[in-house]
């Protein structure tokens, strides 16, 4: 069943996936309970503007406090709630719900769980170019209800940054960025359209996908990375859901071309900056982000 508008021609430039594995889950930091997958599993000068993708799976059984305050600089996070709930009070989460922080300057926040929960989250650390490293920082908040989605015959799509699909997320970006949730039935197909210089990389989440002309296929727990040009075009990324039907994440991105240096919660230009960070954050100079400011707190 075709669900695209878009009819591909002998000059398209069709995307493919090039790699796929499979990250393992490892014990995560949260205790009992807590798995964790590292999805980008290569250097930052392969993954750019991607620096990491943590895919943490929690079935707390216990009330016992876990997680906490902690600070972070240089970079975004941009966490995806695919399953349960997180957080407290304005910045809390549900299934399907998304936020976008800004740690620029540098900022600290707050992931405690405090009850029995089961979750799933999808949280990236996105480079910030160099220019914009120090920026201000913010946090932006969307509910699913305001997430804009596509939807058809077998088909969903929900767009959270970017424009996919004929819609625009509303996030302010700025490293240009698309994340899609993307979930098909069995045999439906949809044709997307990208930047063919975004780098790319697909996630599953359930069943399974067909990808490409080749029809690879991409499982849960699979990560598949995209060819990628560096001409200025658009391409187009096709996709059939697998014999139970399939989701999966997109994530495509600008590269920056700014090298980075990672240390603990903070991303630098230099050592220096990771110095300077550790002394901000002990010296007090870091910011709680529920003390944010209207113009920098977005509720979408």
């Given at each position: 069943?075709?669900?695209?508008?878009?009819?591909?021609?002998?000059?398209?430039i069709?995307?493919?996936?090039?790699?796929?594995?499979?990250?393992?889950?490892?014990?995560?930091?949260?205790?009992?309970?807590h798995?964790?997958?590292?999805?980008?599993?290569?250097?930052?000068?392969?993954?750019d503007?991607?620096?990491?993708?943590m895919?943490?799976?929690?079935?707390?059984?216990?009330?016992?406090?876990?997680?906490?305050?902690?600070?972070?600089?240089?970079?975004?996070?941009?966490?995806?709630?695919?399953?349960?709930?997180?957080?407290?009070?304005?910045?809390?989460?549900?299934a399907?719900?998304?936020?976008?922080?800004?740690?620029?300057?540098g900022?600290?926040?707050?992931e405690?769980?405090?009850?029995?929960?089961?979750?799933?989250?999808?949280?990236?650390?996105?480079?910030?170019?160099?220019?914009?490293?120090?920026?201000?920082p913010?946090?932006?908040?969307?509910?699913?209800?305001?997430?804009?989605?596509?939807?058809?015959?077998?088909?969903?799509?929900?767009?959270?940054?970017?424009?996919?699909?004929?819609?625009?997320?509303?996030?302010?970006?700025?490293?240009?960025?698309?994340?899609?949730?993307?979930?098909?039935?069995?045999?439906?197909?949809?044709?997307?359209?990208?930047?063919?210089?975004f780098?790319?990389f697909?996630?599953?989440?359930?069943?399974?996908?067909?990808?490409?002309?080749?029809?690879?296929?991409?499982?849960?727990?699979?990560?598949?990375?995209?060819?990628?040009?560096?001409?200025?075009?658009?391409?187009?990324?096709?996709?059939?859901?697998?014999?139970?039907?399939?989701?999966?994440?997109?994530?495509?991105?600008?590269?920056?071309?700014?090298?980075?240096?990672?240390?603990?919660?903070?991303?630098?230009?230099?050592?220096?900056?990771?110095?300077?960070?550790?002394?901000?954050?002990?010296?007090?100079?870091?910011?709680?982000?529920?003390?944010l400011?209207?113009?920098?707190?977005?509720?979408?």
């Open positions: 069943m075709e669900t695209t508008t878009l009819i591909p021609n002998d000059l398209t069709r995307r493919k996936l090039v790699t796929v594995h499979s990250p393992a889950a490892e014990p995560g930091f949260l205790g009992a309970g798995q964790a997958r590292a999805v980008i599993q290569t250097g930052f000068a392969q993954s503007p991607f620096i990491m993708l895919d943490d799976v929690l079935d707390k059984k216990d009330e016992k406090p876990a997680g906490g305050p902690h600070p972070h600089a240089g970079f975004e996070t941009v966490s995806l709630l695919i399953e349960g709930e997180l957080g407290n009070g304005e910045h809390r989460m549900k399907g719900d998304f936020q976008m922080m800004t740690a620029g300057s900022i600290i926040h707050t405690t769980i405090d009850k029995k929960s089961r979750m799933r989250l999808l949280q990236m650390w996105l480079t910030l170019s160099k220019e914009d490293r120090w920026a201000q913010r946090v932006q908040d969307m509910a699913l209800e305001s997430v804009p989605k596509v939807l058809g015959d077998g088909l969903e799509i929900r767009v959270y940054s970017g424009s996919l699909a004929g819609v625009t997320s509303p996030l302010k970006n700025h490293v240009p960025l698309i994340l899609a949730d993307i979930q098909l039935k069995a045999g439906v197909r949809t044709t997307l359209q990208l930047p063919a210089s780098n790319a697909l996630y599953g989440i359930g069943g399974s996908v067909a990808v490409g002309e080749e029809q690879t296929p991409l499982a849960e727990n699979q990560v598949g990375w995209l060819d990628r040009r560096t001409e200025e075009a658009d391409s187009t990324l096709e996709l059939e859901g697998g014999p139970t039907g399939g989701r999966v994440v997109l994530y495509a991105g600008q590269p920056q071309g700014d090298p980075i240096v990672s240390y603990g919660p903070f991303i630098g230009d230099t050592q220096r900056d990771i110095m300077r960070l550790y002394g901000d954050y002990h010296a007090g100079k870091m910011k709680h982000v529920s003390t400011p209207g113009e920098q707190a977005f509720v979408y």
